[in-house]
Every structure is written in C-alpha cells, then in structure tokens.
C-alpha cells in the first residue's frame, strides 16, 4: 500500500478548527468567481437578459412589421400597454379559460397520480413495478407538438379510439375537436395522460422517504389504509405537492404545443388559453410590446401562486 | 474587291442589326452558367414549405446548382411558422437572401424594405435572362402574388387557385351529370340529395378551423362570390352590408349538408373526407390534385373529377392563393445577384414544364396550352379558367391583414358554432378591425388606402 505523500495529506487535513482558514496556494480570491462563472453567464442570457428585455419592451411601442413603429426608434409609452392588457376583454377570457383548464387538469393529475404512488409504493411484484416506473417516464419524454398529433388522432370523429371507447358503452359518436366543449375536454385529457405519471414520480418519491421502521410501527397500530396515508405517508407527499403545484401552474400558464397542434385555440375560443393568446399577439400581429407586458403579468401571477403554495402547503418534514 | 467589301460590309450590318433587334438572338448569348459564373460559390436561403410545389423544386434543384455554382440552402418549416420565421428574420438581419412570399404578406414585406423591387436587377442586363418575359405570366398572378404599389417584387412561384374538387361517381348515383355551376344549385338542387347522415355521407365540406384556414378558406370564400367584401372603399367594414350578410347566412345554411364539426376541418381533414368517399364535393387549392389523384391517399380513382368554384350572384370569384420569390434586401450586393438568377430560374418558362410534372404549378401561361400537360392533369383547364379573372385583394394584402385576420378566425369560427349570429359577429369583426385600422393611419390619411 503505498503511502499518502506528506505535502498531500496536509492539503486534505481539515483545516484546523482555530486560526484562519487556510487556502491552496493557487487559491485566489477571483477562485470562487471562475467557477460559479459559466453557471451564472448561462443563466443571465437565457433566463435574466430576456426577462430585462421584455420589461423593457412592454414599456414600449414594439411591433415589429409596423413600419412606424421603427422609424419612430419603438417609443417608450409608459403603462400604456399594461392598461390596454387590463382592458382586453379577450385576455380576461383566455386566463379564466386557463384556470378552469388548471383546475379541470391538476386535482385528477393529483388524485390519480397518489394512486398510483400507492400502487408502486407496495411491496411485492418488483419486476412489474420496475416496468411500469419506467413506462411512466413515456408521456413525459414525449414532445407536446407530438402529443397533440395523438390528441389528434384519438379524437378523430370517424377512426379515432375516443369514439371507439365510447361506442363500447353505448355511447353514440361525438365530434370532440369540432363543438366547444368536446375540444375542451379533449386537451383536459391529453394533459391528463401526459402529466398524470409526472405528479406519480414525485409521489412515490416522498413515500420512499417514509422511514421503513415507521411505516412498519404504523401498519402495526392500524389496519386502516386511511390513517396510515393521512397520518403518515401524506406528510412526506406534501413537499411534493407544493412542488407539483408551482409546476404545474407555470406549464398550464405555459402550455402552448399541444393546444396549437390540436385545435389552434378553436372552435371559436374554446380552448384558446392563454398561452395560445400571447402567442398570437407576440408572433402573429408582432406586437411585442403588448405581448410583453401580457408575459410580464403572467410572471407575476407565477410567482404569487408560487408564494401561495408555499405559505400554504409547504411543511418541513421533522 | 470592291464589291467584295461592300458585300462584307452590309453583311455585318444585316447581323449586328439583327442581334440588337431579335430578342431571341440576344438570349442565345445569355446563358444562366455564364450570367453565374461571377458568383459561382456564393450561397443563398430561402424558407421552403412541406408541398408538392416546393418538393418539385427540389427535385430540381441539383439542374440549377450544376449549371450555375451557386448553393441554394432551404430549410423546410411548416406553414405556420414560415411568416414568423422570415419576420423575425428580417427584422433581426438574419442569412435569409429570399423572401417567400404569400400573397397576403406582400404588403408588409414591401413596406417594411425587406424585399427589393425587381426593377433594381431588370436594369442589370448581365443577370436577367432576356427571355424573363414578365408579360408570361398570367397578369392575375403577377399582379396579386408579386406587386405592391405599382412596382413587382417577387415572381409567381407556388400558384393556387380554388377549385371544386367532386367525385363524380356520387353525382351520377344521384342523378347529377355535371357539377354544380352556382352556389345556390349546390345548395338547392345538389346539396340534399347528396346528403345521408345515417350513412356518414355529406354533399360538401368547407374546411374551416381557426386560423387563417378559417379567414380565408371560408369566411372569405362566402363574401366575394356574393357580392360582398371584407372592406369598403374608405377601408371601413362592409360586413353588415346585404351582400356579404347574405354570403355569411348562406355559409350557415349549407351548414346542414356538411360533416358535423367542419370546424375543426382543416386542409387534410377536407381533401381526406372527399378522398374516402365522405363527402362528394369540397373548395380547394389546386396544390392538392397530387393528393387526390395519389392511390396511396385517395380511393377515389377515375370518380375524382376538377371543375371551377361555383359561381354567386357576383359571377365566379374563387379563392386565390400563392407565393413568389422575392429577393432579400438583408443579402449582400452578390447574394442578391445569385438569388436574382435563381428565381428567375426557379419561375422561367424553360423548366416550366419539368417544374409541373414533378408537382408543381407554375406561373406561366404557356406551359398549359401545351395539348399533353391539358390531358394529364384534370385541373389545369378550371385553374387556368379561373385566373382568368379574380379579386387580387380577395384577402387584404396590406401589413394589418395578420391582426385582422386572427379576428374574422375567432369570430367566423364561432359564428359557424351558432355563438354569435352573423349580424352580431359581422358587428364584432368591424369594430375590431377598424380599431386596427384606425391604429395603422388608415383613417386619418397617413397611409394610402391601399389593400
């Protein structure tokens, strides 16, 4: 066995509990700056530069294919395209169209995705539960523009298996994409199919941080399957939950492929949620000024649902 | 020895005469590799769509590239996103050296100096073929595709005319020997007898989802051949008027004898239902004969039959659609020059016709007079008859067309759902729209009323 050379092993002593720390020779004081610097340039030009450049074009008249727009250098007009977002009536619409999408997709996702953390989470049958975790991971590794060609192909009105489905409970043919509320539900369910295993993976991620011997004491005291998730098993879920709660409102705010692939928005406004919206004002009439400020309230509303999640449902588990 | 010279002489005379006057002398000094040679290497972009129009191009392009040096690079992106990539392109100073065209981008793309008039490299007689022959093209086409304010742009390149595609066998079985002529006859004589719910089978389809599908292939399609427009001549709605009134209404009424959710049709799920025998007569663009005529797409065979739009009240108006090629005015002085000479190829009477038998549809008049390409291809003779005559501005040209159509696409869309009648949304669509327009400068006489 060969010996730890002595200057070595005085590098990896700790440093010594009293007295100053002390550093490598190499060790400078720009040393922690070279290395946090790529982290920080990456997520400057991708994350904060746009942020800053859509807060200050919201403040301006920016649309670029008007021609006066640019001849007059895209002026600055204060709030007035924060006031022409307040008073857009079809903006108010696409948002509460979005928060009943929110409110239609989530507590299913929810509901179905503790189930099935369950499911997995019991002992027993390995190799099936091995598959089926990684059979979860399929929605999600799928594109949304992919998904929507599905939704497409599903909701078919002459080969698709929706109307299959519902022939087989006697049901009579419907044509979900073209009346209003059947493309509404057909992307609730699109979204249901693609999110469902994400909020499962989170799930069964805090039950396997159950402890064991806990879990055990706890099958020992009752046999009701009730109390052992709501006393201990959904204590170690609801960190998850909050997690699940941010994303997922800020995907639905976001959520724009499926949509677009699958109905454009249509018939009429039906399924024109806000993400299609922006998308029509920002890069159909190019007006990103406007489109601007509509990203900006959205933000805003992200991150104030964020701090709502968590006032509310975030716990630290003791 | 004197006569000899004189004999010389007004021989040289005869010949240099003839070479300055005879055109067809002069482009046979011309030649594309020649006209190239100076920019042999350079590369030039341009945006291509997923059509036959476009493969059939493609198909062809290795001709152009051998013969000349110059790389054309194309990037394939679909429809929908092909104006906001070249916009953002544009306006960001990006490699393309071509526009693409649509015949409702062409006022934008002109007003906003993202395009060169072509009159800059008509002067240059080193890189125009002097059989260009503007006048080849059908006036129709050159005027509404490539044109804006008088000056030519971009050349006719992707042509599309509507037509009314029908299966011929389902009209004989209802005792029908010929297509509809008008509206009203498909609507009144055809429509009804044509029509069994109870066996999934309707007379028409008119694919009408929300986007510019529904702007311009329905909402707009019902206006014109009835009298009615978009716009009147101080650029304010004329929508509530009684002839586009009465085309909304008829939209509505034919309704019945259409697929339920024909709202949610677009362009394939159309050309699909008449290609598997659902429906007997749809209104589309030529472009997709192809996709009709194809054994693997359609089982339709020997009952698809092409005739002109069915005329209205107004005589026929059909849908008309295309792009040109436009050069960039983004490209350097050289690409601009080789971009030149590759749409002057790309949309020249010398591949014309290889151009349409590898799917495309060519601007020039001359190749569908030719009697083989007539008995090939069933919809040559009812386009060529319908870009005969036609409204260029049959969807609005100018800039503010994308805003305003996104408007007439919501509220058209719902009109048809029976959300909002086609008073109340004719109402809707005017207010909206002269908004826009009010904001662009129509009204107060900034910008010329120009469409």
Known sequence: MTSVPQNLSTRLAPPAASGARRHHPGYGRWTPFFFLAPAVIVLFSIGIYPTLFAIATSFRRYNITRRADQQDGFPFVGFDNYFTVLHDRGFWDSLLLTGKFYLSVVPVQIALGILIALMLHRPGWSLLRAITRVSLVVPLATTYAVVGLIGRLIFNRDFGVANQFMSWLGVSSSDWLGNPTGAFLAIVVMDIWQWTPFVALIFLAGLSMVPVEIEEAARLETKSPWALLRYVQLPYMLPGLTAILILRSADVLKLFDTVFVMTRGGPGAATDLISIYVQRVGFKVFDLGLASAQAILLLILTIVLSRLYIHIFYQEIE | ?451
């Not at chain 2, 004197?2 to 070479?19: F, M, N, Q």
């Not at chain 2, 003779?381 to 996104?406: N, T």
Request: proline share 6%.
């Open chain 2, 1 to 451: 020895m004197r006569k000899w010279l004189l004999a010389t002489l007004s021989a040289l005379v005869i010949t240099a005469g003839a070479a300055v006057g005879d055109p067809t002398l002069a482009r046979a000094e011309w030649a594309l590799d020649k006209a190239a040679a100076p920019y042999k290497g350079t590369e030039i972009n341009i945006i291509f769509l997923d059509r036959p129009g476009y493969r059939a191009i493609i198909k062809l392009l290795p001709e152009f590239e051998k013969k000349t040096g110059i790389k054309v690079n194309y990037e394939i992106v679909p429809y929908e996103n092909s104006r906001e990539k070249q916009v953002l392109n544009f306006s960001s100073k990006g490699d393309l050296t071509m526009a693409l065209v649509d015949l409702v981008w062409i006022g934008e793309f002109a007003e906003n100096g993202w395009i060169v008039p072509i009159e800059k490299f008509t002067s240059d007689a080193s890189i125009t073929d002097p059989g260009l022959d503007l006048k080849g093209f059908f006036p129709l086409l050159l005027d509404a595709f490539g044109s804006w304010g008088g000056k030519v742009y971009g050349l006719p390149f992707d042509n599309y005319s509507g037509l009314l595609f029908y299966n011929k066998c389902m009209l004989k079985d209802a005792g029908f020997d010929k297509p509809p002529a008008t509206w009203q006859d498909l609507y009144t004589t055809y429509a009804p007898k044509l029509t069994n719910p109870e066996k999934k089978q309707y007379a028409f389809a008119l694919q009408s989802l929300r986007g510019e599908t529904q702007s311009a292939d329905s909402f707009m399609r019902v206006l014109w051949p009835f009298g009615g427009s978009l716009l009147d001549k101080t650029f304010h709605s004329n929508l509530m008027s009684k002839e586009s009134q009465t085309g909304l209404k008829f939209r509505q009424d034919l309704m019945k004898y259409m697929p339920p959710g024909v709202v949610s049709y677009d362009h394939v799920e159309a050309v699909n239902a008449l290609a598997q025998g659902q429906v007997a007569m749809i209104t589309e663009w030529s472009a997709f004969y192809g996709t009709l005529t194809d054994p693997k797409t359609s089982k339709l065979g020997d009952c698809l039959a092409v005739a002109p739009e069915p005329a209205g009240p107004a005589g026929r108006l059909p849908a008309l659609g295309g792009f040109s090629l436009a050069v960039a005015s983004q490209a350097s002085p050289q690409q601009q020059k080789a971009s030149w000479l590759f749409i002057q190829w790309a949309t020249s009477e010398d591949i014309a016709r290889a151009y349409v038998e590898a799917g495309g549809v060519s601007g020039r008049s001359s190749v569908y007079e030719q009697a083989d390409i007539k008995a090939k291809y069933k919809f040559v003779e009812p386009m060529v008859a319908s870009w005969q005559k036609g409204v260029p501005e049959f969807r609005p040209r100018f800039p503010a067309w994308a805003a305003i159509s996104e408007i007439v696409a919501e509220v058209g869309s719902k009109m048809m759902l029976g959300e909002v009648s086609t008073e109340d949304g004719a109402k809707q669509i005017g207010a909206r729209m002269e908004d826009i327009l009010k904001k662009e400068g129509y009204y107060d006489g900034k910008k010329a009323l120009r469409q």
